[in-house]
Structures are given as structure tokens and as C-alpha cells.
């Protein structure tokens, strides 16, 4: 559904997407970790045209993606969510998703009817009449995926939508995504929180300096020495398989 | 949310009744050119309002599309005999064309915030110069519009005739505002108002979006330079492009109330009671509104930025005013 091909991307000197290659499938959950300053966000920002990249192709559904509007990716069925949460503050929650729900909706009425079902089915059913601005993180995390959510998109893509909540919010939304891949949307998620990525992903990219350095199933990332590296430092795989050998050594 | 939709349906229809027998209760000639010219203010703030109050677009140089609706009818009137309703729909037409095209360079452009601001009183200016210049706008003369009483030429035999025009039209830019707060037009003007980048991402195209909305509210602009002229018969470059025109529009609804029905009303009455009472107490100064207006406004961002519409109720525009500053000192 979406392929990425080769894609590079620089800021000046600084190489922040280097030469990376990879598909997601239709009807999936794929997640992207790796850590900060991965290029991860910037990945994103250049699959919903924010940036444009130097290199590369992106492709969904067989189109290219690249010279396209943020708006025109939109409404061909890409939605996206900002890791730094960008709520229409001066708007109501019910306003604040009606402006996604809008997309495919002409009539205010639609609109709100639209926003209102989302709004249930994130969870935020009982703060549909309070300002944006009135939330908690964990309200505006949710604002963020209805505002998406509210487009009809066919890819949804989450950029760190747990970061910043509980545990117990965690799982309240494990469910919620996993329930709009199971209405049929195709999700790419950023996460740090492991439990969600394990919990909820099919498939995982490791990204770490700009390029691809593992992907497989959840389980077959975490014992990747180059992935285990990437977020422990240079040496750190050797040093736990040298632990587990030493144990028996000594 | 149809309650409070309709609730504003209704306060219209109140209010153009309230004002509909105004002409006939009141007896004095000052007191209805009083209420006929809050009427002019509120409409001109209307205008401003769309693109200011629901854009998020702070218009330093309104007086661009006014200036240019009055020299339109006048022009057209003087020099090609052109009947002034016809000059009316001209100067809209024309103050429309200008608006779309300030809005295609600017916006193209991306310009936003305190640099929109400047533009926009550049443009003012820069026609303020060209009307001083050429014979046809009377240069720096200006253009007497001459009299001929009657209907049909929009010149009232008395006040009332345009107190009840601009009473119309006021009535109709409520209607226009209150059908544009719950369309989609609306809903996608004021996200771009308040997070561009998000709007993007929501499938908002914010360039066309913010270009309808120039052209709408330079249109209404312009025809309320047209009214202008017939009701003062004289037009000249300070008046038509000066910045005490844009000053006048963007105060109104920023008293009143950004981004609300009918902050604009409120903020042209409220506007002129005040310059009356400065008129009263200080005598005639020339200049001397400016100043009480400059003083009102750092009032208005300091304590009220939500205007008087803010003191009742949690207003559409909240707390814009006070990120535009904030933003402009930041810069």
C-alpha cells in the first residue's frame, strides 16, 4: 500500500534519511522505533509532504507521493498525527475533529454527526463541548488520532500518540487502535513505548542515523545486536552475550 | 449545537427589528447620523472580521478595499455617468478583484502574522499614492460627487434612507457571518486561524481557503466605500486609503469581539460612544480619536482580548489578539 523506495533526505550537513527502502501492507499495524534523533518524525513529515525529500520515491496505491501537498496527501487517503500535539485551541473537541470529518463531508450537520462518532470511539464522548485547550495530554493525544481519524483515511499515521501517558492510558488505547485496523484502516505507528509495539505491531522497522538498521516481528528485534546497540552503545550486544557466557564461566 | 445556532437566528432577527423604527422614534438629526454612521463602522468591521476575526489574517491596511470601492462608484459616476447601485455592485466587484490579488502575492508567499499586517499597509499606502497622483481620481483634490437626490441614484432625501440601507446591509453581512460559522468554509477558515500546519494535515488547503476569504471581506470593503460616497459626496486619498479608514475597521471588531457574529455591531457603538465622549470632554482635536483609539487598543490587549464578547461568554477568537502581540514582539 505504501512503498518507500531509496529515500535520502538532508538538512545542510546532516544526513537525517539515508538511502531507506521499505512497504507496508494493506490492512497492517507496522511500527517504526529506534531512538531520538532517529529520524523517525522527519520520516513522516516527508510521507505527508511536509518535507520534501532529496532522493527517492514514496509511493501509495501506486501513486507518487512526492511534489504533493500536505492537504493533497490528505485527501488521498493519508492522515497523520504531530508528535508535538497541534490541537485548533480557540475550538471545542467537537469542532476540532468536524475540521477532519469536513474531507469527505460538506454539510455541518455530517460533520458534527461524523465527529461525535469518532469522538466515542477514541473516547473522548464526554469532553465533546469543552475547549481543545481545556484537555490533559492524554485528551489532546486523543484529539490528535479523532482529528485523523475523522479524515476516513486508508493509512493512518501515528506519530508517538502514547508518549507522555500512564499505563493505565496505555491500555486503554491499545485497544482503540487495534479496533480501526479491525474497521480497515492500515496503520504505520512511531512508538518508544515497547509494551504498545509489542502488543500491537505486526511488523517493526529499527531506524538509527537515518537508515534502516533491522526490521522482523517485535520479538526478533529486541535480540538484534544491531538494534540492541543502536540503543545501548557501541559494544553493548557483545557485553550481554559475554555476561550470559561469563555466568557460566566463572 | 443547533440550540445555540439558532438562538443567533433569532438575535438577529431582534436586533433588525429593534433598529427598523429607529428613523422614526428619533427626532434628531444628530443622533441618527450618530446611529446611521455606527451602522457604516459596524459594517465596515464586518469586513474586517471575516478575514481578521475568523482568518486569523490581522489586516493593517483595510482601507486598500475601501478606498478603492469609493473611487470605483465615484469614478464611475463622474466621468461615465454610471448609476451609483450599479457603482455599488462595481465597487465590490472591483474591491473584490484587488482583495483576491493582495491575497495571491501574499499569500503565495506564505506570509503571515505582523508581515501580513505590513503588507497590507503597504498596499494602502502605495494606492494612497497612485490616487494622489493621476487626474482621474481627482488627485490630491479629490472627487465631488455631485448631488441628485433620489432612490434611484442611492441618495437619500433624508438620513433615514441611509440608516435603513446600512441597517440592510449590516443585517445581511450577520447572515452571511452566521451561515459561514457552521459551513464548512467556515470550520476550515478558522482552523487555519488556529494551526496552519494542522489544518494541512487534515486535508485543508489553506492558501485557497485564506484567498476566499480576502476577496469576500475586500468586496464587502468596497461597498461600503460606495455607500460612503453617497452619503458624504466627497471622496480624496486620505480619506479613501489614509490609515485612519483601517484603523477604524480593525478596531471595531476587535472591541466587539474577534471571530463572533456580532462583535462588530457591538464594537461600532461602543467605538463611538466613546469618540463622543472624548469630543465632549476634550473638544475638537484633530488627531485627538487616534490617540484615544491607540490607547483603547492597548487596553482592549491587555484586559479584554476576547472583547466585549469575551466578557460574557468563551468566545470563537480567544486569545488571538494577545498571540498576534506576543507573536510580533517575539519577532
Known sequence: ?250 | MRTPTLRTGWAILVFALVLLPLPLLIKSEFWLTWVTLALFYAYLGQAWNLLGGYGGQFSFGHALFFGTGAYCTAVLQIHFGINAWAGFVLAAVAAGIVGAATGWLVFRYGLRGSYFALVTLAFAEVFRILANTFAFTGAGVGLLVPLQPGIGQMQFETKAGFFWLLLLLVVACLLLTWWMQNARFGARLMAVRENEDAARALGVDPFSTKLLAITASGAIAGSAGAVYVQLFLYIDPNIAYGPAMSVEALLVPIIGGLGTIFGPVLGAFALHAIAEIGRLVFGEAPGLNLVLYGLLLVLMVLFLPNGLFGLGRFGFGSGALRRLFKRGANA
Open chain 1, 1 to 250: 500500500m505504501l512503498e518507500i523506495a531509496h529515500l535520502s533526505k538532508r538538512f545542510g550537513g546532516l544526513v537525517v534519511t539515508k538511502d531507506v527502502s521499505f512497504t507496508v501492507s494493506a490492512g497492517s499495524i507496522s511500527a517504526l522505533i529506534g531512538p531520538n534523533g532517529a529520524g523517525k518524525t522527519t520520516l513522516f513529515a516527508q510521507i505527508s509532504g511536509f518535507h520534501r525529500p532529496d532522493g527517492g520515491d514514496i509511493r501509495f496505491e501506486g501513486q507518487t507521493l512526492l511534489g504533493l501537498t500536505p492537504e493533497r496527501i490528505c485527501q488521498l487517503g493519508i492522515a497523520r498525527t504531530f508528535q508535538i500535539v497541534q490541537p485548533f485551541a480557540g475550538l471545542n473537541v467537537r469542532e476540532n475533529i468536524a475540521v477532519g470529518a469536513h474531507l469527505h463531508r460538506a454539510g455541518r450537520r455530517a460533520a458534527l454527526e461524523h465527529a461525535e462518532t469518532i469522538a466515542h470511539r477514541v473516547g473522548l464522548g464526554p469532553q465533546l463541548d469543552k475547549p481543545a485547550s481545556a484537555l490533559t495530554v492524554a485528551g489532546r493525544k486523543r484529539l490528535e488520532l479523532a482529528k485523523a481519524l475523522a479524515t476516513d483515511p486508508k493509512l493512518l499515521l501515528l506519530d508517538e500518540v502514547m508518549a507522555g501517558l500512564n499505563p493505565a492510558e496505555i491500555d486503554e488505547i491499545i485497544p482503540i487502535i487495534r479496533g480501526i485496523r479491525a474497521a480497515g484502516v492500515t496503520i504505520l505507528l512511531i512508538e518508544h513505548v515497547m509494551r504498545a509495539v509489542v502488543n500491537l505491531s505486526d511488523h517493526t522497522w529499527v531506524l538509527n542515523n537515518g537508515s534502516l538498521i533491522a526490521s522482523g516481528t517485535p520479538a526478533q528485534i529486541a535480540t538484534d545486536p544491531q538494534v540492541i546497540e543502536a540503543y545501548l552503545g557501541h559494544g553493548a550486544a557483545a557485553r550481554m552475550q559475554g555476561q550470559q557466557v561469563g555466568g557460566q564461566h566463572a
